[in-house]
């Protein structure tokens, strides 16, 4: 926070346009997930307010457009969808939980058993540590079963904040760090600046910290899980068009 003198945010960083003050693009992180709770103990602490990130489906999504050589589906919820894409989220689901444990080590991550996270991921870690990302999807039973189609859509649409296969050749174990903990879902955004986090903190770290909880009101604002297609921790809501950048109105992102 110190490196460039003449500002503050780092990789948070926020920027406005002279001629239109009140257009602020995010030139780093914009989507933060609920499941991150160290990050929003300080946005709780600092006051500042987030809105639902209008991912792709997500239920403050307006619409969603998946396009996929050269055939387009328009949906406002994932009910819309052809179950093609049902069936593509159901064999990632069945890949994780049958390759890598998924449903128990999110178990052991809700109730905090270090224990058992650690024993989980140390199974993990001899097995998956030369897999790629593409290698574990191509090997898995539940898309072998269901097909190319299936696992080149997935690459093309993906989960949570949409295509990933740009991360097909990283390893299956940063891909896992990512949806054990539930970070590829349930986005939220910071209101106006987005480098209001570490700007704010840069403003008040001399003052003592308040003691004592405070309420959360990102939290009472925050959605249960959609219940729809996509429900569940290994959700897969599609990649769509637009920005999310200004606020809920807009269709998503792709993703960070
Ligand atoms: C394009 C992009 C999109 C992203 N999208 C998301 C997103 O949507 N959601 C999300 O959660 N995360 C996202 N991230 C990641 C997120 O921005 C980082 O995880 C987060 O900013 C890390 O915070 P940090 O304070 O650890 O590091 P930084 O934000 O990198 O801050 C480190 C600061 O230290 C300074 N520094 C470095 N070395 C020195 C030195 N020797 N002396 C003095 N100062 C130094 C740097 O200049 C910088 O200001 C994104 C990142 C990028 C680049």
Redesign the pocket.
């Known amino acids: ?4 003198a003449a500002q503050i ?4 960083r926020t920027a406005s346009f002279p001629s239109a003050p009140g257009v602020v693009a995010d ?7 609920v499941s ?1 709770r160290a ?1 929003y103990h300080y946005v709780d602490l600092l006051g500042l307010d987030t809105q639902d990130f209008p991912n792709p489906l997500a239920p403050v999504t307006s619409s969603t457009v998946i396009e996929l050589a050269g055939q387009k589906h328009y949906a406002e919820s994932a009910e819309d969808l052809p179950s093609f894409f049902r069936e593509v989220a159901d064999a990632w689901k069945a890949a994780v939980n049958d390759g890598a444990k998924f449903a128990e080590m999110q178990e052991a991550i809700r109730i905090r058993d270090t224990g058992r996270i650690k024993e989980l991921w140390n199974e993990l870690l001899p097995l998956m540590d030369e897999q790629t990302f593409y290698g574990f999807i191509a090997g898995s039973e539940s898309f072998k079963e269901a097909g190319f189609a299936h696992r080149e859509a997935f690459g093309q649409v993906g989960f949570g904040t949409g295509g990933w296969d740009t991360d097909f050749p990283n390893s299956i174990l940063e891909i896992l760090r990512v949806v054990y903990t539930d970070a590829d879902d349930q986005h939220r955004l910071i209101s106006g600046e987005r480098n209001g986090c ?1 700007r704010h903190y840069g403003s008040t770290r001399r003052r003592a910290w308040p003691t004592g909880r405070r309420e959360r009101p990102w939290r009472r604002s925050t959605p249960a899980r959609p219940a729809g297609l996509w429900a569940g921790s290994a959700a897969m809501p599609m990649a769509t068009s637009g920005s999310g950048s200004a606020g809920a109105a807009k269709p998503a992102t792709l993703r ?1």
């Open positions: 926070m110190v490196y460039e945010g780092g990789r948070l030139l780093g992180g914009m989507r933060f997930p991150g990050f570490p960070w």
